[in-house]
């Protein structure tokens, strides 16, 4: 079991920058690819970006591509997503999850609160 608690939202505008952390407790950390997916108001889930278990990879939503930088620090259970220029429609909540390797993210997070006002 792996326990994942977001943080780092907040209410900002547009052209602001925020870092979210997503700490991990519970089984080892470095086993997992990790992810961030988003739900904005009225909409489904949508992925934003990923990070494999060393951190060598990564992958982008093109929504984000260039604004968005995910890292990991393995030795702090800890995954990061900085945003930088940020948009109204970045507005949602924002979601770590953790994969182990199969075809669909096992853990979830309970999100933290993205709004960006115009």
């Known amino acids: 079991q792996v326990q994942l608690v977001e943080s780092g939202g907040g209410l900002v505008q547009a052209g602001d920058s925020l870092r979210l952390s997503c700490a991990a407790s519970g089984r080892t950390f470095s086993r997992y690819t990790m992810g961030w997916f988003r739900q904005a108001p009225g909409k489904g889930r949508e992925f934003v970006a990923s990070?494999?278990?060393?951190?060598?990879?990564?992958y982008y939503a093109a929504s984000v591509k260039g604004r968005y930088t995910i890292s990991r620090d393995n030795a702090k259970n800890t995954v990061y997503l900085q945003m930088n220029s940020l948009k109204p429609e970045d507005t949602a909540v924002y979601y770590c999850?953790?994969?182990?390797?199969?075809?669909?993210?096992?853990?979830w997070g309970q999100g933290t609160q993205v709004t960006v006002s115009s």
């Open positions: 990070i494999t278990r060393s951190g060598g990879t990564t």
């Open positions: 999850a953790a994969n182990s390797g199969g075809p669909s993210y096992d853990y």
